[in-house]
């Protein structure tokens, strides 16, 4: 997992609530067991017809927001199933931010491990965000959204941010620990009997 960065970006704004991980990536997506390869069927069945052409009223299809990393969306992102594809759908794309109001907790959890930062706040902060669009910053380092009009503080737990500044994925994070863990296997060892 790479380290985050301060990310400068046009907000995405997807302006629905309770999106859930089959309309993020939809099942028949899940067949691949890597990581790569899943943002071309994100939001699939909105961002396409039955024949499978783009649907010009949908917002990743509006060039405005070509090559946005943050996503804005209404309350309650990623509830449904917990597949892990939906949070590699968003980051294969290109988000490296999800603002919301609210996060399902699994998905939530699976932002962290993933190295996709998901902020929420309040929900008429968020109302704002979506009817703005602009360019923001996110500093992560201190917690803060910078607008054209205001920085905006946000919370996050102290050990998920490090991890996120750090790059560290679950195994990254163990290796922290080697050392300890081998003294622990030396000290716990069953003596041979042979």
């Known amino acids: 997992m790479k380290p985050f960065q301060n990310v400068t970006s046009i907000i995405t704004p997807l302006d629905k609530v309770n999106v859930d991980t089959d309309q993020i ?3 028949q997506f899940l067949k691949l067991v890597q990581k790569s390869g899943f943002g071309k069927f994100l939001f699939f069945n ?3 017809d039955e024949n499978e052409n783009m649907k010009s009223d949908f917002v990743l299809n509006d060039s405005k927001y070509d090559g946005s990393k943050i996503l804005v969306v209404g ?3 990623g509830c449904g199933s917990s597949r892990e594809h939906a949070v590699w759908a968003l980051d294969d794309y290109g988000f ?3 603002i919301s109001s609210s996060f399902a ?6 932002c962290f491990k993933n ?3 998901p902020i929420s706040l309040e929900s008429k902060i968020v109302e704002k965000l979506l009817q703005e669009t602009n360019v923001i910053e996110i500093d992560l380092e201190n917690q803060i959204i910078k607008t054209p009009s205001e920085d905006i503080f946000f919370e996050i737990n102290s050990h998920k941010k490090k991890i996120l500044l750090e790059g560290l994925d679950d195994i990254a994070q163990t ?3 080697e050392d300890k863990i081998s003294e622990f296997e030396e000290k716990s060892t069953v003596p041979s009997v042979l």
């Open 115 to 117: 190295g996709l930062l």
């Open 46 to 48: 909105w961002r396409y």
């Open 105 to 110: 907790d699994i998905f939530f959890s699976n």
């Open 96 to 98: 490296s931010v999800i």
């Open 25 to 27: 990536i939809p099942k």
């Open 175 to 177: 290796f922290q620990f």
């Open 75 to 77: 309350d309650n992102f």
